[in-house]
């Protein structure tokens, strides 16, 4: 089972950026998608963000020009980059990964966006 390790989370003024890191604990190269979830407190789960092994990438309608997914497979991690933040960015971000089968998940990193 891999482990994921998020980081980068924070406080951040609406308008600011951040970018959140997903650290595997085994190559990348296994996984045919990996991207980002978000959870805001009493909400659902959605889908941010993926990249595949061949770096194609998805992003949902609400983050689109604003955040960019990426991956470094000799460091088998995973970036979100976060500009132009708004309040409603707000939430438990959860890096996932999918080769076949049920995806594997990490902890999560808390994101702020707040004056």
């Known amino acids: 089972q891999v482990q994921l390790v998020e980081s980068g989370g924070g406080l951040v003024q609406p308008g600011g950026s951040l970018r959140l890191s997903c650290a595997a604990s085994?190559?990348?190269?296994?996984?045919?998608?990996m991207g980002w979830y978000r959870q805001a407190p009493g909400k659902q789960r959605e889908l941010v963000a993926t990249i595949t092994t061949s770096t194609s990438t998805n992003y949902a309608d609400f983050v689109k020009g604003r955040f960019t997914i990426s991956r470094d497979n000799a460091k088998n991690t995973v970036y979100l980059q976060m500009n132009s933040l708004k309040p409603e960015d707000t939430a438990v971000y959860l890096c996932?990964?999918?080769?076949?089968?049920?995806?594997?998940w990490g902890k999560g990193t808390l994101v702020t966006v707040s004056s």
């Open positions: 996932y990964a999918r080769a076949y089968g049920p995806p594997s």
């Open positions: 085994q190559s990348i190269f296994l996984f045919n998608a």
